[in-house]
């Protein structure tokens, strides 16, 4: 058992409070039961969230661990603490879109529910003073956040969880319809996958299920009022419990 002390609070968020220890080389995420939308417009309180985000994102960062894909990730403690290295996070959110839906149907004219092959990868400046606004290219390069070939490494490394978390999905029933990612640097220059991956950042939907609102089984559940969030993310867990093993307790 590798023990640590809780050292004092890094950064708190929407859904996470990230915390140092007295090992320079581990953070302690704590997962809350704290829900939020539209650039936290909308909040409530849901008990359990944060203890289902932290098993269901942990067992997605092992399944990507054992699949080749680098993470942040290093266990779990007790319910809702996730035990990560530390990271430099780079403030994109990287989005991968395999079915139309949300801001794309928004902002474009395409159908809810319409296949986009190959996916479509948006990058959006993550920073909640500007909305997270979406980038264009001309954007992202007068920003500098990445060299060109971080660029290209980080949209090989998106479209690699993507594939894998595909298939994950696919064989436990569920369409990955979009998700969001964030990625960082570790100490040595590594390019990791960063953050949570969770039904508060994917869009889930039950393959089995016509009716477009009762297949939701993410976050839309809270941001369109339709209830059973907290069912629906129990329901994410038992079957993504049901093909990978663990989470595995850190130490
Ligand atoms: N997403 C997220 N955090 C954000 C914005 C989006 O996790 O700040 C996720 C969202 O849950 C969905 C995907 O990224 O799975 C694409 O979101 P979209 O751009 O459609 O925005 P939304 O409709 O959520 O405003």
Redesign the pocket.
Known sequence: MTAYQLGPLLYEGKAKRVFQTDQPDLLAVEFKDEAT???ALKKAELAEKGTLNCRISALLFEHLQHSGVPTHYLGVQGRHWMLVRPVRVIPL?V?I?NVA??????QMPIEPGTPLDPPLL?L?Y?DDAYA?PFLSEARLERLALVNSEQRLELEALARQVNTVLLELFARIGLQL????LELGFTADGQLVVADEISP????LWDLDVDDDKDRIL???RF?QDLGGVIEAYGEVLKRVQGVIQGPSMYG
Do not use: H, I, P, Q
């Open positions: 939308a539209f650039n959110e989005v879109r839906a949300g801001s794309l149907c928004k948006d959006y993550k997270d319809v979009d998700f969001k508060d950042t994917c869009r993410d976050k839309d941001r």
